[in-house]
C-alpha cells in the first residue's frame, strides 16, 4: 500500500512541479542579492539573508527561511487535501476501497507518502540553494580575505562545516515535524468533503487564523498550543549552545496535533459511506 | 423520529469516544501539571530576604522571560530600553559568579549577547554583525537584558526597598521549583510602585520570578520569571566570548552605550537637589540619581539634537507641562513616568514616581526654585 501510494507520488507530475517551485523562490532571491549586492539589514528581513553574502554555504539556512512559513505549508495543504478528496472527486476512491486493504492503513500510507514529500522537497531545496549560495555567493567573504568554510552562528560563535551539516540535518527533521500538523488537518478535512480544494482551504484557514494568533498579545494564554507557535524554532539550532526549549516544544505539539486529528480522521473515514 | 442505531453507527460512536478521550487527557495534562500541590520549604521572612540579598554567589542557568504592559513610545536611541518595558524579552542566562556570567537576549532569528569577564564586558549583536570589547568600569550606563533577569532584578529591587514594608506569600511553582514568595511595599507614597512580589528558591534564595504592580492597578504590569532554571555552575566554554573573526565587525571601547558616550561629551552639570532630595554621589556628570528607595528618579543632561528629538518624541504622545522658562513634556505609563524638559539645556527624567514629583521636577530644572 506504502509502494502504492509513493509511486503515485513519484508518478505524478504536480510533484516535481510543486517541488520546482519551492526551489525557484530562492533562486529567485538568490539572483537579485548576487546581482545587486544588497542585503537586508542584519538582523531584519528573512533570517539569515544578511549574512549569506559572505558566505554561501549559509543559503540553505536561509532558503529554509524563505519557503517554511507559507510556501511549504501551502504545498502540503494542496496535496494533502487531495489525498483522499482527490480519489473521490476523481471516482477512484470507490475502487480504491474494493482492494483488499484496510482504511485505517490507507490513511496511514496517505501520510507517509505526504511526509516522504515534505523530505524530498526539503532536500531538494537544500541541495539547490547550497549549489546556488556557493555559485553565486562563494564560500570567501567579499572583502576577498581568505575565510574558512565556517559560518558565524546567531551566537557569533564559528560553526565547522561538520557543525554545520549536523544541524541543517536536525532543520531538515524538525521542519518535516512542523508539517505533520499541516498534513494531519488536511488529511482530515479531505475526509470529511470530497472537495480537494475545500480541504486544502481548510486546513490553511486554520493555519492563518493560528498565525495571526500567535502575534496576538490577547491570545498569550493559548499561544503555545498553536500548530504554527513553534514553526521558525528551527531557527534555534543555529544558536550555541542549540536553544533547545522551543525546538522540543514545537515537536511535541506536532505530534499531540498528529494524533488527535489523525485518529478524528481514522473515526471518520473508517465507516464513512463511499459513493464516488 | 429517533435515530436508527446499527452496528457501522455504533462503532463509529465507539472510535469517537477514543478519539475524544485522547484528546481529553491530553488538554488535561498541562492543567494537572499547573495543579501539582506546592511545598516550599518552611522559610521565615528575614531568612529569605537575607538569602536572596546573598544569592549573589549562587550558580545558575536557565530561560526566562520579561515582559511589560507599559504604553511607552520608542524614544531615539533608546529603542532597546524601551522594548524591555513595553514588550516581551525572552533571556538565556548562565551564571558562574559575579565577574564570569552571560545573558543572551533571544529574537525570532537574531540575538544580543553579553558576556562578563574578570577583565572585561563584551557585547556580540547579531544584529550589527558587531562584537565589542568594553573595557574598564561603566559608571553610567543604560538599562539592558541582562538587568531584568529575575535574580538580578530581584535583588536590586531588594537593595533598593531596605526600608520599605516585607509580608510573606504563598509559595508558588516557577520553572518546576517550589518558591517562597514575599511582597514589598514601598513605604514613600511618591513612587508609583504598588508593590513588588518576589518568589526564589528557597534554599539558595535566588530569585525565580518578580512582579511590578501599580498603584490602583489589579495585575502585574511588569514581570519576569524563569520558565527553565538549573542551580548548577555553566560549563565554561558557554562563557567565553566569540572569538573576533574576518568579516566581523570588532571595536574596544570604555563605554558600553549612548548614556557612556553623552557622559564623556561633558553634557553634565546636574542640580545639587531636585524635588528636595539631593544628587547621590557618583563620579559622573551627565547622569544623576535622585531620591530614596523604589521612588529614586534619574536625571540625564541630552546633547542638542538627541535632547530636540527626545523632547518632541515625548511632547508627541505626552502632555505638555508649564514651566517658568523653556518649556517640558510629561508622560505617565502608570508605573514608569518619563519627562523632557528643554532649558538651557534638554533633560530627560525618568523613574517608577509619581507624576505630581516629576512636575515639581520640571519647575525646579526649566529655572524655577531650584
Known sequence: MIAVELAKLFRRPRTYVITGLLCALPLIVAIFLATTRVPPPPGQGGAFLSAVLSNGALYPAAAM???????????????????VAGEATTGTLRYLLIRPVGRTRLLAAKLIALVVFVLFAIVAVLLTSYVTGLALFGSQPSAGVALPADVTSLSGVTITPAGLALRMLGTVAYIVISMLSVAAIALFLSTVTDSALGAAMGALAVLVTSQVLVTLDAAAAVRPYLPTRYWLAWIDFFRDPVLWRDIERGAGIQLVYLVVLLGMAWANFLTRDVVN | MGAHRTVVSAQARRRWVVVLAVVAVLGSLPVLAGLRPVRAAEVGLATLRERIAASGRQAHEGYALSSGLLPLPALPDLEQVTALVTGTTELRT??????????DVVDEAAERDLYQTPDAQYAWDYGQNQLTRIAGAQPVRLPRGADVTP??????????AAADRFTPLPGKRVAGLAAAGLRIVPASADTTVAHVDLWADPGTGLPLQVEVTARGGSRPVFVTRFLEVHLRTPDASVLTPPAP??????????????????????VGGLPERLAGSPREATAVGAAGAYGAGLARFVVVALPGRLGY???GRLRAFGQAVTVPQGEAA??????LTVLAVRADRTYLVAGLVQPALLRRVAAELAGGAA
Do not use: E, K, N, Q
Not at chain 2, 250 to 266: C, E, K, M, P, Y
Not at chain 2, 330 to 335: E, F, K, P, Q
Open chain 1, 65 to 83: 527561511a524563505l519557503v517554511m512559513p507559507v510556501f511549504l505549508p501551502v504545498s502540503v495543504a494542496v496535496l494533502a487535501g487531495d489525498a
Open chain 2, 94 to 103: 548562565w551564571y558562574a559568579a559575579p565577574d564570569r556570567w552571560r545573558v
Open chain 2, 151 to 160: 535574580p538580578a532584578l530581584g535583588t536590586r529591587l531588594l537593595g533598593l
Open chain 2, 245 to 266: 573573526v574576518a568579516g566581523m565587525g570588532f571595536t574596544v571601547t570604555d563605554t558600553s552605550d549612548i548614556l557612556g558616550a553623552i557622559d564623556r561629551l561633558g
Open chain 2, 309 to 311: 528629538r527626545t523632547y
Open chain 2, 330 to 335: 510629561i508622560l505617565s505609563t502608570g508605573l
